[in-house]
């Protein structure tokens, strides 16, 4: 899979739209979409730190909410 489907794979299984994406990951609108139109190439390391931002927050979030059930 090329790096343009990662990102954009990433990016719609959290629900959000490009708009939500840049402002939670700091990253500006016009390069996501860059980037999804395959219109320019982002390093090769970026997927993989989106993927692990992605599932630490997704960790994060669910410890909170394992500590708000107890």
């Known amino acids: 899979m090329d790096t343009a489907n990662i990102i954009k794979e990433l990016r719609q299984q959290t629900g959000m739209n490009r708009r939500e994406f840049s402002q939670y990951t700091k990253i500006p609108v016009r390069t996501l979409e860059d980037w999804e139109a395959g219109k ?15 599932k630490y927050d997704a960790l994060v979030r669910e410890k909170e909410n394992d500590s708000y059930e107890e």
């Open 40 to 54: 320019r190439t982002p390093p090769e390391y970026v997927p993989r730190l989106l993927s692990y931002q992605l």
